[in-house]
Nanobody, 122 residues
């Protein structure tokens, strides 16, 4: 399984970006896909997740500003980010695991990861 993120760039405060994560070799019938981010000097945090049942979870830090979605073929995962703030500056990663439920925003529960895309907000 390979995951490739794209869409990260430098934007001004209040701006918007949409990140994409293309997933190859789709092997799970039941799954959870998530977006994570890691800022310099900080631990990686889970910010949004969507599973094959359609359940969506957000971290409080992004709730109301970020939207996670996937295309109908479930090949691409998206993260629409609005009203970006300097604290959103981080490397953003997508990840996938082959099961639902327990702790969807916990990075330790995910098996496959992308290489990340950098988002910088100034």
């Amino acid at each position: 399984v390979q995951l490739v993120e794209s869409g990260g760039e430098s934007v001004q405060s209040g701006g918007s970006l949409r990140l994409s994560c293309e997933i190859s070799l789709y092997i799970y019938s039941s799954y959870c896909m998530g977006w994570f981010r890691q800022a310099p000097g900080r631990e990686r945090e889970g910010i949004a997740a969507i599973d094959s049942d359609g359940t969506i979870n957000y971290a409080d830090s992004v709730k109301g500003r970020f939207t996670i979605s996937q295309d109908n073929a479930k090949i691409t995962l998206y993260l629409q980010m609005n009203n970006l703030q300097p604290d959103d500056t981080a490397m953003y990663y997508c990840a996938i695991r082959g099961w639902l439920g327990f702790r969807p925003l916990s990075e330790s529960t995910y098996r496959y990861w992308g290489q990340g895309t950098q988002v910088t907000v100034s």
